[in-house]
C-alpha cells in the first residue's frame, strides 16, 4: 500500500466495488452451478445415490453384480457425495497480474479475483467449505462467507507472485490461480511446500493474450512491473517466434510440475469467458484430473 | 548576386552551411529514435532471449531525406532568394530621390502606385540607399510640395504609405522650387511616378530631376489615365454630359451614374469614345422630380475627384413666391394670409413677395396663392404657361375663394361654399387629419395629434377626386388636391392659410408639407450673392465626400463660378446645408493632355510590371510543413499513438498542415473524407407501401396534429385487441405533397386557420377518392355541420365547404339507420366522439359509383380526441357529456369507420348471406 488510505474512504471504495464483484461472482457461479447439479451428487460416501448403466472407462470394482445379474446389462453402483471437503484457494495478487494488454480485456487480477471468489460462491453453494491460503483466517460456510471472501480479496491487493507454503490439513484441496511467469524452479518449489503434505490441487494460469502472442513490434524496451528490470528489443518481431516457443516451453514446464505431484493443471487467457475456466475448475474439483485430460488446458490453450 | 537571371540571392554566404548537410546526415543516422517503452509481466522470457540481429537500429531512410530537406530548405529560405530580381537602382550608394504625382489624375491607378512606391523602398532597403521622398502637389495642409528629409528606408516606408492622391493637381512648378530648397544630393537614383498629364512644368521638372542622377519615369499602361467629367448642359429634359480623356486613340467606353444624396443609383448612361476622339457625351433622360434629386455623377469605375461633378442647388434652387390677396397684412400680420406661408418656407427657400404680375416676371419654381380669390383671365394664362414649364402653383382657400373660385383648380369646387365644424352653434367636433396615403408626396409625414380643420371648401364629387387627393380628413373628405399641368403642379388647399380656418398653418407639418410641395417644382439658375461661402463638404483624392479638411477656406460668392479648384478650395460644396454651391474639378479646368514624350536620356518604366517574388516566405512555410511532418512521423515512430491507422496518420498531418497553412484549410480532402454524410433515412414511400396505415392530414397546428396522431395511435391499439386488422403506426400526411394512394383512410380535421387548399390540392384529393379512398372529416366543433350552401356557420364550417364544394361529390345526406358504417363490425345507433349529438354525414348510397361505398365521412365530434391515447393506453380528453360509455361507442365507431374503409360493402352484402347459404346448399 502506498499510503493509508482514510479509513472512511476505504471503506466506501470496498462498498463501491464490492456488490459488483459478489454478482458477477453469484452470477457466473450460477451458470455453471445450473449445468453440474451442484448439491446432491455423485461422489465418495456410503449412501446409495444410483444405478447406472456401465460405461468405458469405469472401474471394474465398481459393478454391482447383483444387479447386473438381475438385468441384461451392466450397472455400476454410485453413491452420494457425502463429504464436506475444505478447498483452499489462493490467487495471485502481485504486481504483474495487474495488466492488460488493451482496454478491451480485464486486468487478469480482475479476471483472477472473479473467478476466486465465483469459485468460492460455487463451493459454499454446494455445502462445502472454503478458505484463502495466506490469511489465517478459518475455513468459512455459509452464504455470508461470500461477502466476507470477497472483501477479502479486494483488500488485499498486494502479495508474492508464488503462494506461500502455509501448513494446510490433510485431504483438503488446494487451488492456486495466478499468472506463473517466476521461474520455473521456484514454482516447483512452492507447489511442492504444499503438495508434499498428500494435498490434491490445482493450478490454473491466467495469462493475456499478448503475453502468449506477443503481437508487438518495431524497437521496443519491455519493462518488468516487479523490478525484474527491462529488456530491450530492437526488432520485437524477430524473436517473436522465439519467444511464444519460450512461452509454450514455460506453459508445459508448469504442467509437468503440476502432474508430477498428481494435480491438475489448467489455464485461462481473460479474452476468453469466464465461465469456462469456472466450469473447467469445478469440474477438476469434482472428479479430479482425470475429469480435465491430460492436457489439462481450460479453453484452447496449446497443451 | 544574380545566379542565372530569373534567380537572385540577396544573403549567398548562407548557402555556405549546406556544406553542414553532411554532418547533419552523418548525426541523424547514428542517433537512432528513441524506443517506445512498454510494460510486460512476461519480462524473464524475453530478457533471455537474445536478440538474433545485433545491427543498430537506424533512422529510417525516408525520416532522414526528410530531415535533411527540412534543413536544406532552412538554409536555402536563410538564403533570401529571389525569383525575376529588379535591376538594380542607378548608381550604386547614391539615395533614391522618389518623385511622387499624388494630384488627382493619380487617383485612379493609386493602388499601383502604392504598391510601386512600396517595391522601390524595399528595393533602397535591399540596396542600404537612404530615401528622400517628394510628393509633387500641393500638401492637404495648404503647404506647396517639399521634399522630405533624407531618411532610412524603413521611416521611408511610412511616410510613403502614408501619401494619399489629392482632389486638386499636381504643381509640378512648385515642386521644381522645392528641388531647388533640397539638400545638396548626387549620385541619385531617381524615380518619377507621373500621373500621366502633361503641363508646361513637367519637362523643365525632369529636366532638372535629370541633374541628380539617372531618372526613370513611370507612367500608367496605355488606357489607364484619369478621365475628366465635365459639368452638364442645361438641356430641356435630359442632362448632357460631357467626359474627357487625355489619349484620344483606341476605342473605349463606361459608363456614367447618377446618383441621389443618400447615394441610390437614379440612372446609368453609357459613355463611347470613338477612336481619335478625346470627348464623348452621355445624356440622362429623367423626369424632372427625379432629376432634380440628383445630386452627384461620376464615370463609374473611375475614383478620381476629376472623375465626380457634384450638383448643387443651380440645379434644384426653388425660389417661391407669395402672392397674397389681401391688403391688410401688415397692420394685424398674426391675421395675414401669407404670414404662415412665409414663415415657414423663409428657412429652407428663396422668398419673394409681391403682387402676381411682379412674381411672374421673376424666374420662380413656385408660386403660392394665399386665399386670392378670382384671377383674371390673362393670370390665368400666365400661370398655366408658368406651370407647364416646371412651376408650381399652390392655392390655399380662404373666405374669399370661399364666395366663388374661378377655374384655376384642381377640381371642381361647390358653389355653395364650405363647411364650418365645431363652432359654438355646431354639433359637430373639429376633424383630424388621415395619415397620408403612400401615392401623396405626403407619404410618411407624421401628423401631429392637435391638427384640427375647423372649415374648408368642399370638392365636388367626380371620377378623379380619389385620384387627385393628396390629403384627407378624418371623415374623407380632401383636404389637399392636385392637378398636373404639363411639367408643374396646381395644388389647392381646401383650407386657408391662417389659423382661423384650421390650426394646420402653426404645426410643424405644415412646414414639411410646404418642403414636400417645393420639393416636386423644378430649380431654376441661381441669384448671384456675395457673401462667403464655407466649405460644407469636399471631395477626397478618391472622389468620395468628406467633411472639408480644417486648410480649406471659406469662398466669396461672386468667385465661385470661377473658381478652380486647389488646396484652399477643394472641390465640394460650399455655403450652408440648405443652400449649398457645387465646385468642380472641371471647372475652368484646361483638357487634360497625355505625357507622350520624355526628354531624351531618361528611362520609362510603367507600372505594375515588377513581378520580383520573394521565395524566403514560401521556402519558410515549407519549410514549417515538413518541421511538422516530421513531428508527427516522431510520435508516429515512437509509439505515443499506438491506435493510429494509416488512414487517420494522414488526417493528421492533414490537420497539421491546416494549422500551418491557413491556405488549406480551404479543402483538407482528408478531413473531408473521414466524414462520412449521414446515412440517408428509408425510403417513406416504401415504408408507407409496406404496412397498411392510417393517415391523418396535417393541420399545421401542432396541437390538432398530435390529437389526430394520439388518436390513430389509440384507435390502432384498439383494433389490434379486437380485430383482425393489424395496423401500422399512423402517419401525418401533406395533403398538398405526399402521395396519398397508400393510405386506405385519412382523418381530415379541420381548423379555421388552416390554409385554403388550392386548385391542384384538391385535385389530389379527388384522384385519392376516386381511387378508393375515404376521408373522414372532421370539423371537431360539436354541433351539427351542414353541407348546404345556404346554411351559414362557423368559420371552420365554411372552410370545410370550400374543400368539399370542388370535389364533386353525390349528394350527401345524415347517415341512414341501415348504412353499413352502423354494422360493419359493432352494431352502432349514434357515433359520438369526444362531443356527441352531431350529424354524421355521407355519400347517398349510388350503387353504381364506388361500389356504393361513401368516400367521405363527415362529422362534428372530434372522433380523434375520443379515441387518443397517451404512450400508457391512458385516454387524453374526457368525453363529454357521456364519460366512458360515450368513450367506449365513440371507439367502436373508430373500428367501423376503418372496417368500412377495408372492406367497403361487404357487410352489406351480409344481409343477403342466408340466401347465399341457401342456394349454395342445394
Known amino acids: 500500500m502506498t499510503a493509508p488510505m482514510p479509513l472512511r474512504q476505504s471503506a466506501e471504495e470496498l462498498s463501491g466495488t464490492l456488490p459488483a464483484l459478489v454478482v458477477a461472482a453469484e452470477r457466473v457461479a450460477m451458470t455453471v452451478a445450473q449445468g453440474v447439479h451442484g448439491r446432491r451428487r455423485v461422489g465418495q460416501g456410503e449412501a446409495f445415490w444410483q444405478f447406472r448403466r456401465y460405461e468405458a472407462g469405469d472401474s471394474i470394482t465398481r459393478i454391482d453384480w447383483r444387479q447386473t445379474a438381475k438385468r441384461e446389462r451392466v450397472f455400476v453402483r454410485e453413491t452420494e457425495w457425502e463429504a464436506s471437503q475444505t478447498i483452499y484457494v489462493w490467487r495471485d495478487a502481485s504486481a504483474s497480474m495487474r495488466w492488460r494488454s488493451s482496454a478491451a480485456l480485464p486486468e487478469k487480477s480482475a479476471r483472477a479475483d472473479l473467478l476466486t471468489l465465483a469459485l468460492i460462491a460455487l463451493l459454499v453453494r454446494g455445502g462445502e467449505r472454503a478458505a484463502l491460503i495466506g490469511e489465517d483466517q478459518r475455513p468459512s460456510i455459509g452464504r455470508g462467507a461470500l461477502a466476507r471472501f470477497a472483501e477479502r480479496i479486494l483488500r488485499s491487493k498486494d502479495g508474492p507472485g508464488l503462494p506461500p507454503s502455509t501448513p494446510l490439513p490433510r485431504h483438503a484441496q488446494a487451488v492456486l490461480i495466478g499468472d506463473f511467469l517466476s521461474p520455473l524452479p521456484q514454482i516447483d518449489a512452492a507447489i511442492r511446500a504444499i503438495a508434499t503434505r498428500g494435498i490434491a490441487g490445482h493450478v490454473m494460469q491466467v495469462t493475456d493474450p499478448a503475453e502468449e502472442n506477443l503481437p508487438y513490434s518495431g524497437r521496443t524496451r519491455f519493462e518488468g512491473l516487479e523490478h525484474e528490470g527491462d529488456a530491450l528489443i530492437p526488432r520485437v518481431e524477430s524473436v517473436r517466434a522465439d519467444y511464444q516457443r519460450r512461452f509454450a516451453d514455460h506453459r508445459a514446464g508448469l504442467a509437468d510440475i503440476a502432474r508430477a505431484v498428481g494435480w491438475t493443471y489448467m489455464s485461462h487467457r481473460t479474452d476468453r469467458p469466464a465461465e469456462l475456466a469456472l466450469l473447467t475448475l469445478y469440474l477438476a474439483l469434482a472428479h479430479g484430473p482425470e475429469a480435465i485430460g491430460p492436457g489439462g488446458g481450460a479453453d484452447g490453450a496449446p497443451a | 548576386m544574380s545566379l542565372f537571371g530569373a534567380l537572385a540571392v540577396l544573403s549567398p554566404w548562407w548557402l555556405a552551411a549546406l556544406a553542414g548537410l553532411p554532418i547533419i546526415y552523418w548525426l541523424l543516422r547514428v542517433t537512432p529514435p528513441a524506443p517506445r517503452r512498454l510494460h510486460f509481466p512476461a519480462i524473464r522470457i524475453l530478457q533471455d532471449i537474445v536478440p538474433k540481429e545485433e545491427t543498430p537500429a537506424q533512422t529510417p531512410l525516408w525520416l532522414l531525406i526528410l530531415r535533411l530537406l527540412l534543413a536544406a530548405i532552412v538554409i536555402l529560405a536563410l538564403a533570401h532568394p529571389l525569383l525575376n530580381p529588379p535591376a538594380q537602382l542607378g548608381a550604386a550608394g547614391g539615395p533614391l530621390l522618389l518623385v511622387v504625382d499624388d494630384g488627382w489624375a493619380a487617383a485612379r491607378r493609386w493602388s499601383d502606385r502604392q504598391e510601386a512606391m512600396a517595391t522601390l523602398v524595399d528595393r533602397a532597403e535591399r540596396e542600404g540607399r537612404p530615401v528622400i521622398v517628394l510628393p509633387t502637389a500641393t500638401a492637404t495642409t495648404g503647404e506647396a510640395p517639399r521634399a522630405s528629409r533624407l531618411m532610412r528606408a524603413v521611416d521611408a516606408r511610412a511616410l510613403v504609405g502614408a501619401i494619399e492622391p489629392k482632389s486638386w493637381p499636381v504643381d509640378r512648378a512648385a515642386a521644381l522650387a522645392a528641388l531647388g530648397a533640397m539638400p545638396e544630393i548626387a549620385q541619385a537614383a531617381v524615380v518619377y511616378l507621373a500621373d500621366g498629364l502633361d503641363d508646361a512644368a513637367f519637362v523643365p521638372f525632369v529636366e532638372r530631376l535629370q541633374r541628380l542622377g539617372e531618372v526613370t519615369v513611370m507612367l500608367d499602361q496605355p488606357g489607364a489615365l484619369a478621365r475628366l467629367l465635365q459639368p452638364p448642359v442645361s438641356d430641356p429634359g435630359a442632362l448632357v454630359l460631357t467626359a474627357l480623356r487625355p489619349e484620344a486613340t483606341g476605342p473605349a467606353a463606361g459608363f456614367v451614374r447618377a446618383t441621389t444624396e443618400d447615394g441610390r443609383l437614379l440612372a446609368r448612361a453609357d459613355l463611347r469614345w470613338t477612336d481619335g476622339q478625346a470627348s464623348a457625351q452621355a445624356r440622362i433622360e429623367l423626369p424632372a422630380e427625379l432629376r432634380n434629386r440628383i445630386t452627384r455623377l461620376e464615370i463609374e469605375g473611375d475614383t478620381t475627384a476629376g472623375a465626380v461633378v457634384l450638383l448643387d442647388e443651380r440645379w434644384r434652387r426653388r425660389p417661391v413666391g407669395v402672392v397674397s390677396g389681401a391688403t391688410t397684412e401688415r397692420q394685424q400680420p398674426l391675421l395675414s394670409d401669407s404670414f404662415y406661408v412665409e414663415r415657414a418656407l423663409q428657412p429652407y427657400n428663396e422668398l419673394h413677395t409681391g403682387t402676381l404680375a411682379d412674381l411672374l416676371q421673376r424666374e ?222 472641371a471647372n475652368g479646368m484646361a483638357p487634360p493632355r497625355p505625357i507622350r514624350e520624355v526628354p531624351p536620356g531618361i528611362a520609362r518604366a510603367s507600372f505594375g510590371s515588377d513581378r520580383t517574388v520573394d521565395l524566403k516566405p514560401w521556402l519558410l512555410a515549407a519549410a514549417i510543413v515538413l518541421l511538422l511532418v516530421d513531428l508527427v512521423a516522431s510520435i508516429v515512430l515512437r509509439g505515443l499513438l499506438p491506435r493510429l491507422r494509416m488512414p487517420s496518420t ?68 384498439v383494433l389490434a385487441r379486437r380485430t383482425a386488422v393489424d395496423i401500422g403506426q399512423p402517419i401525418g400526411v401533406d395533403i398538398a405533397e405526399d402521395e396519398l394512394s397508400f393510405y386506405p383512410l385519412m382523418y381530415w380535421p379541420i381548423t379555421a386557420d388552416a390554409t385554403r387548399p388550392t386548385p391542384q390540392v384538391i385535385q389530389r384529393v379527388g384522384a385519392f377518392l376516386r381511387g378508393g379512398g375515404l376521408i373522414l372529416f372532421d370539423t371537431r366543433e360539436a354541433g351539427a355541420f351542414v353541407p348546404s350552401q345556404a346554411a351559414g356557420g362557423s368559420p371552420v364550417a365554411l372552410r370545410l365547404r370550400e374543400i368539399l364544394r370542388p370535389l364533386n361529390l353525390g349528394a350527401l345526406v345524415p347517415m341512414p339507420n341501415e348504412h353499413v358504417l352502423t354494422r360493419s363490425f359493432y352494431l352502432l345507433r349514434e357515433f359520438p366522439g369526444r362531443w356527441t349529438g352531431g350529424a354524421v354525414w355521407v355519400e347517398q348510397n349510388q350503387d353504381r359509383i364506388n361500389d356504393g361505398v361513401s368516400s367521405v365521412i363527415i362529422g362534428a365530434n372530434d372522433w380523434a380526441a375520443a379515441w387518443a391515447t397517451d404512450g400508457q393506453g391512458r385516454h387524453l380528453y374526457p368525453a363529454v357529456p357521456g364519460g366512458e360509455a360515450q368513450r367506449e361507442l365513440a371507439i367502436r365507431f373508430g373500428v367501423n369507420v376503418v372496417m368500412y374503409a377495408l372492406t367497403g360493402n361487404y357487410k352489406a352484402d351480409q344481409v343477403h348471406i342466408e340466401a347465399i347459404m341457401e342456394r349454395l346448399r342445394r
Do not use: K
Not at chain 2, 398 to 408: E, H, I, Q, S
Not at chain 2, 520 to 532: F, I, K, M, N, T
Not at chain 2, 673 to 701: E, F, I, K
Open chain 2, 364 to 585: 420662380l419654381a413656385m408660386i403660392v396663392l394665399s386665399d386670392v380669390g378670382r384671377l383674371g383671365d390673362s393670370e390665368r394664362a400666365s400661370l398655366e404657361t408658368f406651370m407647364r414649364r416646371g412651376g408650381v402653383v399652390m392655392r390655399f382657400a380662404g373666405p374669399r375663394m370661399a364666395d366663388g373660385a374661378d377655374a384655376l383648380v384642381p377640381v371642381q369646387l361647390r358653389t355653395d361654399g364650405g363647411r364650418a365644424f365645431g363652432g359654438a352653434m355646431t354639433w359637430a367636433q373639429p376633424l383630424a387629419l388621415t395619415a397620408f396615403t403612400t401615392n401623396s408626396p405626403f407619404a410618411g409625414l407624421e401628423i401631429p395629434g392637435d391638427v384640427r380643420v375647423m372649415r374648408q371648401v368642399l370638392a365636388e364629387p367626380g371620377l378623379d377626386l380619389a385620384d387627385r387627393t393628396w390629403a384627407r380628413l378624418s371623415d374623407g373628405t380632401p383636404l389637399i388636391t392636385a392637378d398636373r399641368h404639363g411639367e408643374g403642379w396646381l395644388v389647392l388647399i381646401h383650407t386657408a392659410a391662417t389659423p382661423e380656418w384650421s390650426t394646420l398653418p402653426i404645426s410643424g407639418l405644415f412646414v414639411e408639407m410646404l418642403q414636400r410641395v417645393v420639393a416636386l417644382s423644378q430649380g431654376v439658375g441661381a441669384a448671384g450673392g456675395d457673401q462667403p461661402l464655407p466649405p460644407v463638404a469636399t471631395l477626397d483624392g478618391f472622389g468620395r465626400l468628406q467633411p472639408p479638411p480644417a486648410s480649406a477656406s471659406a469662398v466669396g460668392g461672386g468667385e465661385i463660378a470661377q473658381l478652380r479648384a486647389s488646396a484652399r478650395n477643394p472641390p465640394g460644396y460650399y455655403g450652408t446645408e440648405t443652400a449649398r454651391r457645387a465646385v468642380n474639378l
Open chain 2, 650 to 717: 494522414a488526417a493528421l498531418v492533414a490537420l497539421a498542415l491546416c494549422g500551418a497553412l491557413p491556405a488549406l484549410a480551404q479543402a483538407p480532402p482528408t478531413l473531408r473524407g473521414a466524414q462520412p454524410q449521414a446515412q440517408q433515412s428509408a425510403d417513406p414511400l416504401l415504408n408507407a407501401a409496406l404496412t397498411t396505415r392510417l393517415a391523418y392530414v396535417q393541420t399545421g397546428n401542432g396541437e390538432v396534429d398530435q390529437v389526430s396522431r394520439a388518436g390513430l395511435v389509440g384507435l390502432g391499439q
